[in-house]
């Protein structure tokens, strides 16, 4: 399989363990990051074009992914 990017460890590099933690610890942030993970795979599959899409679905995706890594990322702030 090749490298999928964007993985939430590569976002937050510096946040690696505070992840691991959250994603053990908290059951809304492992929820937050397994969606984020699902739909980060599906824009892969689609840039990739092993699932082809059109633009307005692709542009959803993306939207939908920037979205959750903000909450992530609010999180990981707090």
Not at 19 to 29: G, M, Q, T
Not at 39 to 67: C, F, G, Y
């Amino acid at each position: 399989m090749s490298h999928t990017p964007h993985e939430l460890h590569e976002e937050f590099p510096d946040k690696a363990d505070r992840i691991s933690e959250l994603k053990a610890s908290d059951a809304h942030f492992s929820r937050l990051a397994d969606d984020y993970h699902e739909i980060n795979r599906a824009i892969h599959r689609a840039e990739t074009d092993v699932e082809p899409t059109d633009d307005l679905h692709m542009a959803e995706m993306r939207k939908k992914r920037l979205h959750l890594k903000d909450q992530i990322a609010g999180m990981l702030a707090a």
